[in-house]
Structure formats: structure tokens, C-alpha cells
């Protein structure tokens, strides 16, 4: 597969042609300005490029969807960014989103409905195993034949969706050995970023939670921990780099071992 | 003649307590918010039946999971027995039931097998909470009530079960000695094997013996049933509720303030117009037990301490002070001393009422909050509340679903609505999101900057 250089549409780009694509693609804060984040942003991006699907970014319309207002406690503004990012929604007519942030699948999913914001909204890694299973997205191991990936799940996409088996699905299609923590899918142990943790200093306590879950995935011995939360992302990396692992033990999102596997 | 009043007389005297106070704790549960938890009653009986019924979430740790089961089908089980005991002491008669025949044999049997079973678990449970001494039953909240409360429940289920298989061991001999009334009925696959202890006594010795266990066995249950509304063991009771009006939504929806939606709709537009008879919200999230919906205060007198939710919390595990736990058992105290207050406050009314009436006046009425100085604050910690990761692990371990998340969160919105209190940072992040749209130092026009780099 070649490399190959493509723009990225917006919303107001279609409209301006007067089309619609068929998906939008929710970037979310993280994915526009981390610059870790950026690369799974890029990741995804090219995969549905590969993969010949119509999609739009929001751009600059793009805002917060106030999720970590709303853990936090903070209601109103919360609603505030929820009504205002309907209004451009609702604007461009969005039937359907697809997004690589658990937070904003969360909150896109489950609490704009009642503010009058109703989409079909997807994870990216949902919209992977559709790809997949559609026969749009051919995946080989690549560089991660034989490999051993342990998969790390989401809060927000795991407990808070019961999406546990998208994620792996599409690793599983990686020829790597797919390990399991003993904590995992519903039992699943939070990196120690969601409810707002991730925008302040812990509360006092014996050990930082990344740090308590980077151990547990590095027990077992892994060439990959998988994300599919840019949260998680800065928290795993983190926790790698404490035990002075980063050379060894990547720590990738889902969407960027499919684009690498294909040299996307 | 004269046993069998005074099995009425306490069979009653305990039915009263305990109807008396099962009405003051549903008292207490509807001082909560109103919260509509009607709807999809399908689903709703099928939870009921997996969860509590059928124990679902209790095997996920498969050892205290069966043990616990041994328990509960021996409590629900062997209370059939219960009834046969209370009809013989109104009654005055013998194994009143025996007339059921192999039936009857087939019932006291399987009641014996699952008494012995109990034992057994009841042992397990003492090792594991005062030998072994399982670390989720020694955390902080675990101070010395909680503590001893399960070790009573333990040892009173011990000293049921030994009773009621010793009174089974000392009639069969008495049967198989054709005493008196004791005509042969029953099988004791249990009591049977260790009777051979008991078989060199008189028979009168026996019968005192059986007696004595009878007795025992029943006061205990009525003493146990008593007990049950001032312990964490209400679990036994409330688990069913507590499952049917479970949260049935994704776990990851937080619940919408719709007094804020108002409020927001106006703010963004400058043209609506108020519905009529409309009045900004006068507080936001709560402070008190009061401002919790009847479902959060249900969940703290659900709650058995297990400890099971605080065991998997991200914060609790990595030595913060937050315990979902303990967030349950503050709120069922809390809940628990307005309940007193309010005891408190309908005594000196009706005390003043008595008076006021002699002068000619009429008592008045209405049920305001009652001040004490005191609310949830005083018993949940700021700190406790900010290391919450609300990553659901606490709601997903709960064997009876209870929601230690959906309280944190109201408290929280207390904190940071009401009070403005909260981390500097957590200030920072909330302002950047007005300002710029997104919890970081960067410029909304810079959203999209990503999209120059795609192919590179």
C-alpha cells in the first residue's frame, strides 16, 4: 500500500458543495491539540480514507463536549457546551459520528440525546470491526506478527458502554498474541485519568493509579500496550516511562496498530 | 396452655417492633427526591430475578459466592420451617406439618443438609473476616461496630443452626423411643448422625433438652428479625427492591439537571420567554440527605458492607481516601440521625400538641427540614470526594447494585455549583472550556491544525 497524500473536509467544505459526507468524525480536544493524541487523530483519519469512507471534521466549530465539566460537577457549563455544539450538529444535519474519545462517545451517546442532540454514534474501534467485517479494511499482522499486546479497556467504552469485544476484535486480526489483564473487561482497572482526574494533581495516597495499572500490564511481559482512549494514552505512556520501559513497551491505540499493520 | 401465650405474646410483641420499625426506615428512604423508577417493569423483574434472586453478581468471586448462597437458601429454605414452629406454638401441637408424610421427611431432611451447609459457611466467613483477615474487611470505615455487627450475625446464625439440628437429634431418639408425643416424623440425615451423643440421657432429659432448643431457636429468629433494621444485614430485606429499581441506563450516562437545562436555554437565548410560573432553582446537588433521590438513600440501607465496590476502586486501591464503601455507610448515618431528629421533634409536638390542645389551639403541622447544624459534609470529606475517577468499577462489583457513584457525583455538584469549591486546576480546566473551548491553553482556531499533517 502507498503512501498517499489527501485533504481533510469538513463540514462546512461539503456544505459548501452542497453534499454530506456519511460520517463525521468527532475529533475531540485531545485529538486536536495533544500532540500524542494528534497521531491516533492522523491514524484514524487515514484509515477511513483507505477505506473509502465519506467523512467530515468539524474543525474549528469543533468544541469540548463538556464531558470533563460535567464529572466534575460543574452542570452548567456542561449544558452550555452540550447545546451549543447541537446547535452546529443540528446545523450540518449529523446523523452519524464516529470518534477515538470514550468521553466524547460517552457523552455524544448518552447525555446530548435529552438536550435534543440525537445521533448514532460510534467508537473508532466499533467502526473498525464494521470495516473489517465489511471486508472495506484488509488487516495482516505486519511488523506485529507474533507479537504480544495487552489490551488496556477504556472505562467510559468498557463499563460505561459494555463495548469490550470491538477493541478486540480488531486486534485479534493483528496475528499478535492478544493477553489479558486479570483486571479486565468489566473488571477493567481505570489508568486514573476519567471523573477530571486527568486536569489535577491525585489527592494524596501510596501510589499513582497509572502507575498501579502499567504495572499489572507490564507483568505480563508485553511488545504493545493498546489504547483506545487518548486519556488513557498520556497515562499508560506515563506509566511505562516510570518504570523506564519506553524502549521496549509501546503503548499504541487501537487505530494506530491498524494503520501501522497496513503501513497506512 | 401457658407456653402457648407466651409464644403469642412475643410472637406479637416482635411482629409490632418490627412492622414499627420498617415504617420509620421507609420514612426515612422517602425523605429523598422524587425519582421516577417505573418504567420497563420486564427488565426490571428479570434484574431482580438475576441479581438478587439468582445471585449473579455474588459468584463473580466464586468462594464467598457460594458460600454466601449455602446461606441464603438455607435462611430462605429453613424459614419454612419457621412457619411449622409458629403454628406449633399457637397451636400447642407437635410437627404439625408431619401429616405430609414423605413430604414432610423430604423437607426436615434438605432443611438439616442446608443447616449443616450454613454452618460451614458461617465458619468460612468468621476465618476469613477475623483470621485471615481479608484486607476490604479491616479498611478504615470498618471501625468497631461494622466490625462486630458481622461477627454477631455470624455467631447468631451459628447458634440457630446448632439448635435447630440439636432439636432434631434429641426428637429422634425421643421418636424411636415412642415417647410420649413424639410420633416418627422427619428425616435428620444431620441431627441423626451426632444424636448417638445425646442417647445415654433420660428421656425426660431429652425432652427438656428439645424443649430448650425449640424455644431458643424461635426467640432467636424473632430477636434476629429485630435486629436486621439496625444492622447492615437489612441487605437480606432490601436487596430485592434495591435490584428491581436498579439504574437500567449505560453506565456511563450521568443524570441530566433539568433545572440547569432551563436555565441554560434562557442564557443562550436572550429572546425565549420563561414558562409561566417559572423560578430559577433555588440549589444545586446536594448537601444532605434530603437533596439525594429515595433511590441513593435505599442503596445506604441496602448496603451490607461488603466492601466488594471499595476492593476494585482505582483511588481506594492506590491508598487515596475515598471508599465507595464508606460513602454508603456515611450516608445511611446521616440519614439515620435525621431520622432520630425527626423522632425527637414529633415528641416535643405531640407533647406541646397535648398542651396546646388543653389551651384550645391546633398542633401545626408540615414537615420542614430540620436543622441540626450538621449534613452529609460532616461525614464525606472534599478530598474524599475529588479522587473519584467515576470509572463505574463500584456500581459494576455491587452484588446488589447499588449506585455509590451517583452520590459522589451529586456532592460534587454541591461543591462546585453551590459553593464554588473546588482545585484550582479543576477551575483553570473549566474556564479554558468557556474561553477556548477545550480544557487546555490553546486557541479554538487552532482546532484543526492537525489536518495540514495527515499525510505526512
Not at chain 1, 488487516?139 to 499486546?149: L, P
Not at chain 2, 407456653?3 to 425523605?31: D, E, P, T, Y
Not at chain 2, 459494576?396 to 460534587?412: G, K
Request: glycine residues 6%; charged residues 20%.
Amino acid at each position: 500500500m502507498s503512501k498517499e497524500s489527501f485533504q481533510v473536509l469538513t463540514m462546512a467544505d461539503f456544505s459548501a458543495k452542497g453534499e454530506s459526507p456519511e460520517i463525521l468524525f468527532w475529533v475531540g480536544c485531545a485529538g486536536s491539540f495533544d500532540e500524542r493524541a494528534q497521531k491516533i487523530t492522523k491514524a484514524v483519519a487515514k484509515i477511513l480514507h483507505h477505506c473509502d469512507v465519506k467523512f467530515a471534521v468539524l474543525g474549528t466549530e469543533e468544541s469540548c463536549t463538556g464531558d470533563p465539566a460535567k464529572r466534575a460537577g460543574n452542570e452548567f457549563l456542561f449544558q452550555m457546551q452540550a447545546m451549543m455544539n447541537i446547535q452546529v450538529l443540528n446545523g450540518y444535519d449529523v446523523k452519524k459520528i464516529v470518534t477515538a474519545c470514550p468521553h466524547c462517545f460517552n457523552t455524544l451517546k448518552n447525555e446530548y440525546p435529552e438536550l435534543g442532540g440525537n445521533y448514532e454514534v460510534v467508537h473508532h474501534t466499533e467502526l473498525l470491526q464494521q470495516l473489517i467485517s465489511e471486508g472495506k479494511l484488509k488487516v495482516s499482522g505486519g511488523n506485529f506478527t507474533g507479537k504480544r499486546i495487552v489490551f488496556h479497556d477504556p472505562c467510559y467504552l468498557g463499563r460505561g458502554n459494555n463495548v469490550y469485544e470491538a477493541p478486540r476484535d480488531v486486534i485479534q486480526k493483528l496475528d499478535a498474541e492478544l493477553h489479558e489483564m486479570k483486571r479486565s473487561r468489566s473488571n477493567g482497572f481505570c489508568c486514573g485519568a476519567g471523573g477530571g482526574q486527568m486536569f489535577k494533581e491525585p489527592e494524596h495516597g501510596s501510589k499513582d493509579v497509572n502507575v498501579e495499572r502499567t504495572e499489572e500490564a507490564l507483568a505480563l511481559s508485553p511488545n504493545v500496550i493498546a489504547v483506545g482512549c487518548p486519556f488513557c494514552m498520556t497515562m499508560m505512556t506515563d506509566g511505562v516511562k516510570n518504570f523506564n520501559k519506553e524502549d521496549e513497551v509501546k503503548v499504541l491505540d487501537v487505530a494506530e496498530l491498524i494503520a501501522q499493520a497496513n503501513e497506512l | 396452655m401457658f407456653s402457648q401465650i407466651i409464644f403469642i405474646l412475643l410472637f406479637l410483641a416482635s411482629v409490632v417492633f418490627f412492622a414499627q420499625n420498617i415504617k420509620k426506615i421507609r420514612r426515612n428512604i422517602n425523605l429523598g427526591k422524587p425519582l421516577d423508577r417505573t418504567d420497563r417493569p420486564k427488565e426490571r423483574w428479570m434484574t431482580m430475578m438475576r441479581v438478587a434472586l439468582g445471585q449473579s453478581k455474588m459468584v463473580v468471586r466464586p468462594v464467598a459466592g457460594i458460600m454466601h448462597i449455602f446461606i441464603y437458601v438455607g435462611f430462605v429454605i429453613i424459614n419454612i420451617e419457621v412457619i411449622e414452629i409458629i403454628i406449633d406454638g399457637i397451636a400447642g401441637t407437635h410437627r404439625f406439618l408431619s401429616f405430609l408424610g414423605s413430604f414432610y421427611n423430604f423437607l426436615i431432611g434438605s432443611f438439616e443438609i442446608l443447616a449443616a451447609l450454613t454452618l460451614l459457611a458461617c465458619f468460612v466467613f468468621l476465618i476469613r473476616r477475623n483470621v485471615l483477615k481479608l484486607k476490604r474487611f479491616w479498611m478504615r470505615e470498618m471501625t468497631s461496630f461494622p466490625r462486630s455487627d458481622a461477627n454477631a450475625i455470624l455467631i447468631t446464625e451459628i447458634l440457630l443452626m446448632t439448635a435447630f439440628l440439636t432439636m432434631n437429634a434429641t426428637d429422634s431418639i425421643l421418636q424411636s423411643r415412642n415417647f410420649e408425643h413424639y410420633l416418627s416424623a422427619g428425616a435428620f440425615p444431620v441431627g441423626g448422625m451426632y444424636a448417638a451423643l445425646f442417647s445415654s440421657l433420660s428421656s425426660e432429659s431429652l425432652m427438656m433438652i428439645e424443649r430448650i432448643c425449640w424455644w431458643f431457636h424461635i426467640i432467636g429468629i424473632l430477636a434476629f428479625l429485630n435486629y436486621l433494621p439496625y444492622s447492615k444485614h437489612f441487605h437480606i430485606l432490601l436487596a430485592f427492591p434495591n435490584t428491581y429499581y436498579s439504574n437500567l441506563e449505560k453506565k456511563g450516562k450521568f443524570t441530566n439537571m433539568d433545572s440547569v437545562t432551563q436555565e441554560v436555554k434562557l442564557m443562550l437565548d436572550p429572546a425565549a420567554v420563561p414558562p409561566e410560573g417559572y423560578q430559577s432553582p433555588t440549589s444545586f446537588g446536594a448537601k444532605d440527605v434530603y437533596d439525594l433521590t429515595w433511590k441513593n438513600l435505599m442503596d445506604a440501607y441496602s448496603c451490607t458492607e461488603c466492601g466488594r465496590c471499595s476492593s476494585v476502586c482505582p483511588a481506594n486501591q492506590t491508598g487515596k481516601l475515598l471508599s465507595p464503601r464508606k460513602i454508603m455507610m456515611d450516608t445511611r448515618d446521616r440519614l439515620e440521625e435525621v431520622g432520630k431528629n425527626i423522632d425527637k421533634q414529633k415528641k416535643q409536638r405531640e407533647a406541646s400538641g397535648r398542651r396546646r390542645l388543653a389551651e384550645g389551639l391546633t398542633a401545626g403541622g408540615g414537615s420542614q427540614r430540620i436543622d441540626d447544624g450538621k449534613n452529609l459534609f460532616n461525614y464525606i470529606s472534599e478530598e474524599e470526594l475529588l479522587a473519584c475517577t467515576s470509572c463505574n468499577a463500584c456500581t459494576e462489583a455491587c452484588p446488589v447494585n447499588i449506585d455509590p457513584l451517583n452520590i459522589i457525583t451529586e456532592m460534587r455538584r454541591y461543591l462546585v455549583m453551590e459553593q464554588s469549591k473546588m482545585p484550582a486546576e479543576w477551575q483553570m480546566m473549566m474556564n479554558k472550556i468557556e474561553t477556548n473551548g477545550a480544557p487546555w491553553q490553546f486557541a479554538q482556531a487552532d482546532r484543526a491544525n492537525w489536518i495540514s499533517s495527515v499525510a505526512e
